[in-house]
C-alpha cells in the first residue's frame, strides 16, 4: 500500500507559477509511475501529466503542455509538478496518483487527498 500526502496548492494570479508536491510512503515509491491529474467545477477528473518510475519519461496533456513539468526525486519519495503560465482554466483540485502509469484513471491504484489551485484572472 502507498500513501500519497499533496501539498502546494494555492492561489496565484494569471501568468503566475505554482508549484505541488507529493510525498509517498509505505511500498517503494520507485516502483510505480506516477500521475496528476485535476478535477474542475462541474467537468470531469482530468490527465494532466505523468512521470515513469524512473523519471526517463514523461507525459503532458496537450492543454499543459509547454507550461507544466512534472519531476520526481525517489530519494525523497516525492513527485512534484511545476506550473508556469497559469490560467484561470487550470483552476482545480490537483490530484496525485500512482500505479503502473497511463492518461487513464484506472492506470492508478493510489491517490492523494488533493490540493486547491486557483487562478484569479
Known amino acids: 500500500h502507498v500513501q500519497l500526502v499533496v501539498s502546494g496548492g494555492g492561489l496565484v494570479q494569471a501568468g503566475g507559477s505554482l508549484r505541488v508536491s507529493c510525498a509517498g510512503s509505505g511500498r517503494p515509491f520507485s516502483r510505480y509511475a506516477m500521475g496528476w491529474f485535476r478535477h474542475a467545477l462541474a467537468k470531469e477528473r482530468e490527465f494532466v501529466s505523468a512521470i515513469s518510475w524512473g523519471g526517463g519519461s514523461t507525459y503532458n496533456a496537450v492543454s499543459v503542455k509547454g507550461r507544466f513539468t512534472i519531476s520526481r526525486d525517489n530519494a525523497k519519495n516525492t513527485v512534484y509538478l511545476q506550473m508556469n503560465s497559469l490560467k484561470p482554466e487550470d483552476t482545480a483540485v490537483y490530484y496525485c496518483?500512482?500505479?503502473?502509469?497511463?492518461?487513464?484513471?484506472?492506470?492508478?491504484?493510489?491517490w492523494g487527498q488533493g490540493t486547491q489551485v486557483t487562478v484569479s484572472s
Open positions: 496518483a500512482a500505479g503502473a502509469g497511463s492518461r487513464l484513471l484506472s492506470g492508478y491504484d493510489y
